[in-house]
Every structure is written in C-alpha cells, then in structure tokens.
C-alpha cells in the first residue's frame, strides 16, 4: 500500500491533459452544443455565450497548425532556456500553447502555418512531494517516430 | 450631464526611489495635482487611488494620511496594466454623473528593480518552459508574430518601434531613461522572447501620476477654463470571447471594441487626433495598436513604420513622452503618466517635444486578462 502514488502513475500537468486508466494520453477540451465554442479545462457555462448546461467534453486532435509563436531566451529563474513557446490551432477546434520541440530555436527554421502534432511526454521536474508528471508538447508533422 | 475636465494634472519623473513609501510617492503627484488646480485638499470631495501591486492594503488612505485626513469617501483599485485609467476613469465617471463637482485620481507602483513580470502560481509543478512561457515578453511577442504572420512584419520593423521611443525620451525629463538607442543596438541586445529584446520591453520603475478632475462648473468657478483639459470620452473594456484567448490574451479585440466606443462617445475618429500615447508595453505590441487605434488601415502598420510617421514632427506622434519601452512602466500610474502627457501637449506646455498645435490626443492601456482603457482629451478652449 505504500508505494499507492507510484503505482498510480505520473499526474497530468494541467487538468485538461486526461490519462485514462490502460489507455492513450490525450487532451480534453470542452464545447458548447449551443455556439461551438471551445474551451480548455471543465466549465458549465459557456463563456461565448452564456449558455448553461451546455458543455459537452470532446477529445481534442493531435493535430494542428502552428498559429504564432515566439523563442524564449530569458526566461523565470531556474528555467532552461532557449525554446520555443508556441500557439497551435487543432484540427477540429480548440487552441493550445505549449513548446515547439523537435525543430531549432531559430526563425528562420519555424514556419508560422506548418503542421504539427501533439505528444506526450514525462516532465523534466517533480513536485515537493516528489511526484512525477506527464506534459506534452508540439512537434513538426510527420516525423515518422 | 456636465462635461468633465482635468483641472489639474502632475507626475514624479519616473525612476527609482528606495528611500520613498508608496503614500509619499502618491501624496507628492496628487500635491503635485492639486497646485497645477490652485486647490487644496479641503476642495477634494473623493479620492480614486490605483496601485496594482498594493491596492489591497488601502493606498488611498495612505495618501490622505501623507497629504490631508479630510475623512473623504476613497476607492482603492487595481486593474492589470489599466488600472490607472480605471482609478480615473471611477472619478470621472462619478464627476459624471454630479455626484462630485471636484476629484483626485491617484496612480503609484513601486516596480523598480521586480525582474520579469508575468506567469502565475500553479498548483503541482510550474509550466513554464514545458508549455510555452507565460512570460509578459514572450506573450506579447507571441501577438507580434501573429502579425508578422499576417502582414510580413519584420524584426526590423519591431525594433524601429524602440529606437523612436527612446529618441523621444531624450526630450522628456520625467523619463527613466533619455538616451538614443540605434537600430543595430535595439536588435543586438539580449534576446529576451524574439522578436523582442531587452530594449524592446518596457522599464520596470518607481512612479506616480495624480489628476484634479472636474466638473465644467467647477471649472468656471475656479477660472480654470484656459488651462483645463475637456475629457471627450472615457471607455474601459474588457475582452469578448475569441477563440484562442484561453491561451493567448487577445489584445486586439479588447483594444478595437474600446476605440470604437471611444469615437461614438467623443464624436471623433481616429484622423482627428494629433497625438497618441499608447500601451507599448513591448515595442511588438505599438505595431498592433496602431491598426487597433485605426491610425492605419489594417496591415499598414509595417508601412507607418517605415515612414515614420509616428514619430514626432510626422503624421500622427505616437509616445512623444517616450512611452514605457524608455519613459518607464510603473504599472498603476502608467494609465495617469499618459494623460498627464497628452494634457501637457494640449496646454502647449511640452517644451521641446511639444506636438506643435495639439488639439486631440488620446490614451490608450491595456492590462492582460483583460481590460484597456481610453481617453480622449481636448485642448483647453483659449
């Protein structure tokens, strides 16, 4: 019994980054039946529309379009820098940010409009209470690993 | 409704000041106010105080225990990089509506020396380089390549941004820094998010800005009507929904809703103006507000750039003052130090950097989360 939390696997980064029991990481949005809008993490009201009632949990593509970007030099103390901090529309709807990693930190390599794909992987830091994550990132498409 | 006027307007010079308490630095601006109104502050029926970093510990109060205990009603807030523009904004809004023919709104920040400015606690580990970085720099250079992306803005371009900013500061003696900064050493300063470097973000400083606001009866009584700035329209707004601003703060819808209702409430649109002091928190961020304040069409901002028609001496001066990439970024007086700039413009009071003629001038800031506020100001009549 004591070794409960290992067992139970590493916890999600963020609530909206699901790991179901025996299945594949994937990340949750929430839309709304009335307006279609797109929200990241649980809600009950819409707040495009102010419609109540009428999320519907969806899982989001692992696909997407990088939208914008920018390279991070400096960044909160004890952060290793650089990366590259990027915006990505999904297929399907939904919006993330999250690094750009497989591609160099450098603008003459990163092509706003190019396509990517989400993955997943374990964080590079633990808790005070040394428990271990699961984070995701972006990557160029069709990178065949 | 009355029309509402500036009677009197000051600020500190931005910069540092270890040795000074909050209610010191504010008591000195709203003093600083009250003279510029020949009033006292037995004449104040309401005080309007901003600080972000301390308007939960009463700096209104502060001030008055500083500068005069008269027992009046006092509203402390704090509103991002808007709450300046809000604490005024609730004094003009109660001059307004006649509740009070003569307030003082106060903005005050001690920021020197707080480092980088942005992300928030998170419960578990931090997110911060595992999913993008919530750094203010990075977020607003994020909103600068979503117009490169759209228009080809360029580095360049960006950078042109700071090297006017600071040119303009080396006429203004209340900015943090007066020097001229080239293009090569703009862009070959420390990378901090690209495209934006380290001259290319606003300055965290120590800063207060106070204004006397009045009603237009007040003005009369007081023979102020040779010197008091008309408020033509006050806005404050927040953002609508947008698709993509759970994860990138959309600054420009924010920004475009409160202009539009600033030109319904003033009467005027954007090619009256004859000058501009805007949010530039980050040199990216000036390039998106000059399509967002329509002072060009949209995707001609790169071309405004390259003709320098913002700075001072073309078309449409955009922060003569040396905004906050030179002039300094005390966060709660920020949305004050603005109006104080365009008021000193529109009394001919600007000494070298005076925008010659200066009738029309808007403020415009905008604080992440997201709120923005404008003014548009009119010179004095005589």
């Given at each position: 019994m004591s070794d409960d939390a290992a067992a139970a696997g590493p916890l999600p980064?963020?609530?909206?980054?699901k790991l179901p029991e025996g299945g594949d990481p994937y990340l949750e949005g929430h839309r709304c039946a009335a307006c279609g809008a797109y929200f990241l993490g649980q809600r009950d009201?819409?707040?495009?529309?102010?419609?109540?009632?009428r999320m519907e949990a969806v899982e989001l593509s692992r696909n997407g379009e990088l939208h914008a970007y920018s390279i991070t030099h400096r960044s909160f103390p004890g952060i290793e820098v650089p990366f590259v901090s990027a915006i990505v529309d999904l297929d399907g709807g939904g919006t993330i940010k999250t690094n750009l990693i497989?591609?160099?930190?450098?603008p003459e390599k990163i092509s706003m409009g190019m396509k990517v794909e989400v993955v997943f992987q374990i964080a590079p830091r633990k808790d005070r209470e040394g428990n271990e994550y699961m984070t995701f990132a972006v990557q160029p498409a069709n990178r065949g690993d | 409704m009355s029309d509402v006027y500036i009677g009197g307007i000051d600020m500190l010079a931005?910069?540092?000041?270890?040795?000074?308490s909050v209610e010191s630095l504010g008591g000195e601006a709203a003093l600083g106010a009250l003279d510029d109104a020949g009033?006292?502050?037995?004449?104040?029926?309401a005080l309007y105080a901003g600080s972000?970093?301390?308007?939960?510990?009463?700096p209104g109060q502060r001030i008055l225990k500083e500068?005069?205990?008269?027992g009046i009603p006092v509203v402390n807030c704090a509103n991002a990089c808007a709450t300046g523009a809000t604490a005024f904004r609730e004094g003009w809004t109660a001059v307004k509506a006649g509740l009070y023919d003569a307030v003082l709104a106060v903005g005050v920040e001690?920021?020197?020396?707080?480092g980088m400015l942005g992300g928030g606690g998170s419960k578990g580990i931090s997110s911060e380089g595992l999913l993008g970085s919530d750094s203010m720099p990075c977020v607003f250079a994020e909103a600068g390549m979503e117009h490169a992306r759209q228009y080809g803005t360029t580095f360049e371009q960006f950078a042109m941004i700071s090297v006017k900013n600071h040119h303009h500061s080396t006429?203004?003696?209340?900015?943090?820094y007066r020097m001229e900064t080239p293009l090569e050493e703009v862009m070959n300063?420390?990378?901090?998010?690209y495209p934006n470097t380290k001259l290319m973000c606003s300055v965290n400083v120590d800063g207060a800005a106070a204004a006397v606001i009045l009603s237009e009866k007040k003005v009369k009584e007081l023979g102020l009507s040779s010197r008091a700035v008309k408020v033509r329209a006050s806005v404050l707004m927040t953002d609508p929904y947008t698709?993509?601003?759970?994860?990138?703060?959309?600054v420009n819808t924010c920004t475009r809703n409160a202009a539009s209702a600033a030109w319904e409430m003033a009467?005027?649109?954007?090619?009256?103006?004859?000058l501009v002091e805007l949010h530039d928190c980050f040199a990216t961020a000036e390039v998106l507000h000059y399509e967002n304040l329509g002072l060009?069409?949209?995707?001609d901002a790169p071309k405004l750039i390259d003709d320098r028609d913002?700075?001072?001496?073309?078309?449409i001066p955009v922060n003569?003052?040396?905004?906050?990439?030179?002039?300094?970024?005390p966060i709660g007086a920020t949305g004050i130090a603005n109006l104080y700039e365009v008021s000193t413009h529109l009394r001919g009071?600007?000494?070298?950097r005076q925008v010659e003629g200066a009738r029309l001038g808007l403020t415009h800031v905008i604080g992440l989360g997201t709120c923005c506020g404008i003014h548009v100001l009119e010179a004095p009549s005589s």
């Open positions: 980064i963020v609530p909206y980054l009201v819409c707040g495009a529309c102010g419609a109540r009632g497989g591609i160099d930190p450098d | 931005f910069g540092k000041y270890p040795e000074r009033l006292s502050i037995r004449d104040v029926q972000l970093m301390q308007a939960s510990a009463n500068i005069g205990q008269t001690k920021l020197a020396g707080a006429m203004n003696p209340k900015a943090r300063a420390e990378m901090i998010s698709p993509r601003d759970q994860v990138m703060p959309d009467g005027v649109g954007p090619t009256d103006l004859d060009c069409a949209d995707g913002t700075w001072l001496g073309g078309r003569v003052s040396g905004g906050l990439l030179s002039k300094g970024h009071d600007a000494g070298e």
